[in-house]
T-cell receptor, first 112, second 113 residues
Framework: EPEVTQTPSHQVTQMGQEVILRCVPI?????FYWYRQILGQKVEFLVS????????KSEIFDDQFSVERPDGSNFTLKIRSTKLEDSAMYFC??????????FGPGTRLTVT | DAKTTQPTSMDCAEGRAANLPCNHS???????VYWYRQIHSQGPQYIIH???NNETNEMASLIITEDRKSSTLILPHATLRDTAVYYC??????????????FGTGTSLTVIP
């Protein structure tokens, strides 16, 4: 069964450094999303992406964040200058022609 | 905004049916009810969705009241692996929609041996 994959599974970085989180959505899907979940809190929407541009973004998704689909398979989330409060699980998701979003296993980002 | 209300936690005996309620009194006519679950810190997993008719798949059944203001997810024979946080979400569902999900705090279901 096709699935969303994410790399790395765990990323440790120092405050102020740039990080890129990578996702490979399900191959024929058209919409892509990033969510985050701070430890012990709920899953929060960050951004949705369609047709090579951002469709919607939340207040969390400020100028420090960017997304890109550099080729036909990868979908990336970049945090330009990480802060301690960016430590969280980051989930990628995708939707095809159906109604369900399929989520990846997540990347745990730890900012020290 | 999640637009749904769920109990914070529930217990269920292994092998018994788990019935998870959800209130969505402000649901609009074109909004579906979705259920996802999250096991430990894994990515949310799709379970089932419906508009107004009851739905069943290999994982669960979804019962939606006639006025659509509430619903119940039923796991017919709960196993220890069903221990997870269960999220009830309402949102518009159209083909090729890009609408994102807004998660609430969900119900933490513990299946007891």
């Amino acid at each position: 069964e096709p699935e969303v994959t994410q790399t790395p599974s765990h990323q440790v970085t120092q405050m102020g450094q740039e990080v890129i989180l990578r996702c490979v959505p399900i191959s024929n899907h058209l919409y892509f999303y990033w969510y985050r979940q701070i430890l012990g809190q709920k899953v929060e929407f960050l951004v949705s992406f369609y047709n090579n541009e951002i469709s919607e973004k939340s207040e969390i998704f400020d100028d420090q964040f960017s997304v890109e689909r550099p080729d036909g398979s990868n979908f990336t989330l970049k945090i330009r200058s990480t802060k301690l409060e960016d430590s969280a699980m980051y989930f990628c998701a995708s939707t095809g022609e159906g109604y369900e979003q399929y989520f990846g296993p997540g990347t745990r980002l730890t900012v020290t | 905004d999640a637009k749904t209300t769920q109990p914070t936690s529930m217990d269920c005996a292994e092998g018994r049916a788990a019935n998870l309620p959800c209130n969505h009194s402000t649901i609009s006519g074109n909004e579906y009810v979705y259920w996802y679950r999250q096991i430990h810190s894994q990515g949310p997993q799709y379970i089932i969705h419906g508009l107004k008719n009851n739905e069943t798949n290999e994982m669960a059944s979804l019962i939606i009241t006639e006025d659509r203001k509430s619903s119940t997810l039923i796991l017919p024979h709960a196993t220890l692996r069903d221990t997870a946080v269960y999220y009830c979400i309402v949102r518009v569902a159209e083909r090729n929609t890009g609408n994102q999900f807004y998660f609430g705090t969900g119900t933490s279901l513990t299946v007891i041996p």
